[in-house]
């Protein structure tokens, strides 16, 4: 139906797309998320049992351990992790992952952080939907596009 676009502030550079999957709670990757199966098994997540990989994932926040920067780089490097990441809150340990992925890995997961009035526009987005994320070193871009 259509394509719109919204300016992000890049945290890890890089492009990558994904249909969108919006977490409602925070996620702690140590402990939270299945590096070899790639699903949340967090038993308390609301979203337990779901897949991230390929996806852009919508999260506003993370949660836990330093633990969690290799467990989003071995998801990433297995191919279970997700495409791009879009955040509300940057995330130091999330970053971490994503840059260790891109430095041991040659796999380069983009992660940007949107204001909340693009959060909330994004996170009403219709299931189904593409989200595409272009960061370089200094800024990004959040692309959607629905059928």
Known sequence: MGNDSWDADSV????????????????????GYDAEAGRIIEA???QS???????????AR???????????????????GPAAIVMLERDL??????????EL?????PIVVVDA???TRLAALPAGTRL???ADEASGQVYASTS
């Open 62 to 80: 993370a949660k836990g351990s330093s633990s969690s920067s290799s467990v989003l780089a071995e998801a990433i490097r297995n191919g279970t």
């Open 105 to 109: 890995y040659d796999v380069h997961v």
């Open 12 to 31: 890890v550079p890089g492009k990558g797309d994904g249909p969108l999957c919006l977490l409602d709670e925070a996620l702690s990757f140590w402990g």
């Open 117 to 119: 009035a693009t959060w």
């Open 49 to 59: 049992g779901i897949g991230l990989a390929g996806t852009t994932l919508l999260m």
């Open 93 to 102: 340990i999330v970053a971490l992952g994503c840059i260790v992925a891109s």
């Open 44 to 46: 308390r997540h609301p």
């Open 132 to 134: 595409r994320v272009q």
